[in-house]
C-alpha cells in the first residue's frame, strides 16, 4: 500500500480576478475550492493514473470533514487523526488575470503531544515493503525531527520512503536511504548550505546526497526540466516540454507521484524520472491536477540526454 504524509492540510479556496485593488471591495470572477496539502496532491494524482493510496495525517473541525469527503470523491483512501478542538486551515488563493497570485495562508490547529505519538504509532503499523511519502513543511509545533523520526521506523519496519521537503526535514531522513528524494533547485542549494547553478554543480550535488544515503534523487528546475541521479550511478537531464503554464501549484507533487507510480510498475530509472517530468508539465499546463492521458501524451516531448556518456 502507498501511504501520503500530509501533517497540516488546508482546503484551498482559489478566487479569481481581473484586477484586485488592496482596501477596496473587489468581487471575484470565478471562485472553486480544492484540498490542499502536498501530499494530499500525490494522493490525487495517483488516484488519477490508477494507483490507490491512504491519507495520513491531521485534520479537524468541518473543513477537515469536507478534506475527506473530497479525498474520497477522488478514490483515496483516508486514515487521519482527527483533533478534538481547532479547525484545518482554510488557504484563499487570490489570483489575477495578468499572473499575479496573492495567498493568506492559515496556522492549522494545535498539535499536541500525545497526537504527535498517535501518528508515529500509525506509521509503525504499517508493513513491510508499503511505501510511504513525506511532504512538505510542518506546523510550529511539531517536533522538527518529526521525518527523521519516521524515518527511523520506516527504515526499521523496511518501509519504503519518498521525502519531498526543505532543508533539515529532508537532510534528517537521508542516512535511513530513503528510495527517492525530490528537491528543487532553490531546495537543493539550502540542503546543501550552497548556490548550485551548472549542470556540473548540481550532478556533484546529487551525488553528495546520493553518499549521505539518498538512492534517487529528482531535482525540479521548474520549465527546464530536471536533473536525476539514479541508484544505479546514472545521470540524466530531461528537458520539460513546452507549453503554457497556468498553475504550478502541485507539479512537484504530480512528479513525485509519477515516479512512484512507474516505480512501482518495475520500468527503468530514467523512464521513471522521464514520466515524472512529463507529469509536473502536465500539472503546470493545467488548472487542476494531471491525468494519465495527458502524462502521457507530454511523455515523448520530454527530451532525454545521458550525462553518463
Excluded: W
Excluded at 18 to 32: M, Q, Y
Excluded at 73 to 98: M, Q, S, W, Y
Amino acid at each position: 500500500m502507498i501511504y501520503t504524509l500530509t501533517i497540516n492540510p488546508s482546503l484551498d479556496y482559489v478566487m479569481m480576478f481581473k484586477s484586485v485593488t488592496n482596501g477596496e471591495l473587489n468581487r471575484s470572477s470565478r471562485e472553486f475550492d480544492v484540498a490542499g496539502g502536498k501530499g494530499i496532491n500525490v494522493s490525487i494524482v495517483l488516484s488519477n493514473i490508477g494507483k490507490t493510496s491512504t491519507c495520513l495525517g491531521y485534520i479537524a473541525g468541518f473543513v477537515g470533514q469536507e478534506i475527506k469527503n473530497k479525498l474520497k470523491a477522488h478514490g483515496c483512501f483516508t486514515d487521519f487523526i482527527e483533533l478534538p478542538d481547532g479547525c484545518t486551515r482554510i488557504n484563499v488563493k487570490v489570483k489575477e488575470v495578468d499572473g499575479r497570485e496573492t495567498e493568506y495562508n492559515g496556522n492549522g490547529p494545535h498539535i499536541s503531544e500525545n497526537n504527535i505519538q498517535k501518528l508515529l504509532d500509525k506509521i509503525n503499523a504499517l508493513q513491510k515493503d508499503d511505501l510511504l511519502v513525506l511532504s512538505g513543511s510542518i506546523p510550529e509545533d511539531v517536533p522538527q525531527n518529526i521525518y527523521g523520526q519516521i524515518a527511523q521506523i520506516a527504515s526499521k519496519k523496511k518501509i519504503q520512503l519518498v521525502v519531498d521537503a526543505e532543508k533539515n526535514l529532508l537532510s534528517e531522513t537521508l542516512s535511513y536511504k530513503p528510495l527517492l528524494i525530490k528537491p528543487n533547485l532553490a531546495e537543493l542549494n539550502g540542503i546543501l548550505g550552497r548556490n548550485v547553478k551548472t549542470t556540473e554543480d548540481i550532478v556533484a550535488g546529487i551525488d553528495e546526497l546520493r553518499e549521505k544515503g539518498a538512492q534517487n534523487v529528482l531535482v525540479s528546475m521548474g520549465g527546464q526540466g530536471a536533473l536525476f541521479g539514479g541508484s544505479d550511478g546514472s545521470h540524466y537531464r530531461f528537458e520539460a516540454p513546452k507549453g503554457t503554464v497556468i498553475n504550478t501549484v502541485g507539479s512537484g507533487d504530480s512528479m513525485v507521484a509519477e515516479f512512484i507510480s512507474q516505480y512501482l510498475d518495475n520500468k527503468e530509472l530514467s523512464v521513471c524520472a522521464r514520466y515524472a517530468v512529463a507529469a509536473g508539465s502536465a500539472g503546470a499546463f493545467s488548472e487542476v491536477l494531471p491525468e494519465s492521458d495527458t502524462i502521457g501524451r507530454l511523455y515523448e516531448a520530454v527530451k532525454v540526454q545521458d550525462l553518463s556518456k
